[in-house]
Nanobody, 124 residues
Framework: QVQLVESGGGLVQAGGSLRLSCAAS????????MGWFRQAPGKEREFVAT????????HVTDSVKGRFTISRDNAKNTVYLQMNSLNAEDTAVYYC?????????????????WGQGTQVTVSS
């Protein structure tokens, strides 16, 4: 089992920044590919970003490219999502996810473990 706890969400004005953190416990963190997803009110959960086990490979969805950056610190068992230039469309609950594997993954069903989510609200 892997336990994931997100933090860092909150209310921010459009154009502002937030950094989300996801702390993992229960297994060797560096063995897991990590991902961030989000779910806006009335919408399906969608992929945001993913990072390989070592952190050498990352991928973000087109709508956040150039604004969001995913990173990880395996010594701290933590993955981060730096979000800049936020806009109202970024308002959602953000979820951290993990799976055993290599490379990276972008589909919801590919992930095994999920956190409870952290709310991000961007006011315009």
């Amino acid at each position: 089992q892997v336990q994931l706890v997100e933090s860092g969400g909150g209310l921010v004005q459009a154009g502002g920044s937030l950094r989300l953190s996801c702390a993992a416990s229960g297994r060797t963190f560096s063995n897991y590919v990590m991902g961030w997803f989000r779910q806006a009110p009335g919408k399906e959960r969608e992929f945001v970003a993913t990072i390989s086990r070592s952190g050498s490979s990352t991928h973000v969805t087109d709508s956040v490219k150039g604004r969001f950056t995913i990173s990880r610190d395996n010594a701290k068992n933590t993955v981060y999502l730096q979000m800049n230039s936020l806009n109202a469309e970024d308002t959602a609950v953000y979820y951290c996810a993990a799976r055993w594997g290599s490379s990276y993954y972008t589909k919801i069903h590919e992930y095994t473990y999920w956190g409870q989510g952290t709310q991000v609200t961007v006011s315009s």
